[in-house]
């Protein structure tokens, strides 16, 4: 069964702690992404990666880091630098067809700050 | 700026009561404009992709067009199993990045 897999489904975070995100794809893409989603408010980029061993910032990379060293994995790590990190986190990957990529997204993480 | 307005915020239909909603975008040039429904607690669900004005796609009791301003997503006959959030993206032209809009909740009462 081809698709995406994210885990956990919930995650709990202590004040000043760094937790990872895992993100898992065997659909052969070679993009990936990481949004962030808040109530009332439309996905927001995080980081995206074209290719193995690059990476770009998004629109709110401040407090968050990835690494992409394998083409099937994309973690996102919240840092403790990332001051407001409840929200519901969606990792997606993308297929190229007719010049644009058609994304596919995972099931999502719920982090929740204790 | 490249940008992603979805109408209306939420919308309450009756079981077999068909209706529309709007994706409005502006982009320097539109590379594709993608469907998506989401359920609470779960991830996109990939619908459609448009590409051109004047395009059109079909699935079950959805349609989706688009023009060179917006896109409509109609639902024709909508079942109580259509409830969810949809929501729309763009891709512009000379990008990897998406733009979302803000999502239509739907809700069909029985």
Request: glycine residues 8%.
């Amino acid at each position: 069964d081809g698709g995406i897999t994210q885990s956990p489904k919930y995650l709990f975070r202590k004040e000043g702690q760094n937790v990872t995100l895992s993100c898992e794809q065997n659909l052969n893409h070679d993009a990936m992404y990481w949004y962030r989603q808040d109530p009332g408010q439309g996905l927001r980029l995080i980081y995206y990666s074209q290719i193995v061993n690059d990476f770009q910032k998004g629109d709110i990379a401040e407090g968050y880091s990835v690494s992409r060293e394998k083409k099937e994995s994309f973690p996102l790590t919240v840092t403790s630098a990332q001051k407001n990190p409840t929200a519901f986190y969606l990792c997606a990957s993308s297929s190229r067809t007719r010049g644009s990529e058609t994304q596919y997204f995972g099931p999502g993480t719920r982090l929740l700050v204790l | 700026e490249d940008q992603v307005t979805q109408s209306p915020e939420a919308l309450r239909l009756q079981e077999g009561e068909s209706s529309s909603l709007n994706c409005s975008y502006t982009v320097s040039g539109l590379r594709g404009l993608f469907w998506y429904r989401q359920d609470p607690g779960k991830g996109p669900e990939f619908l459609f992709t448009l590409y051109s004005a004047g395009e059109e796609k079909e699935k079950e009791r959805l349609k989706a067009t688009l023009t060179k301003k917006e896109s409509f997503l109609h639902i024709t006959a909508p079942k109580p199993e259509d409830s969810a959030t949809y929501l729309c993206a763009v891709q512009a032209s000379g990008t990897y990045k998406y733009i979302f809009g803000t999502g239509t909740r739907l809700k069909v009462l029985a």
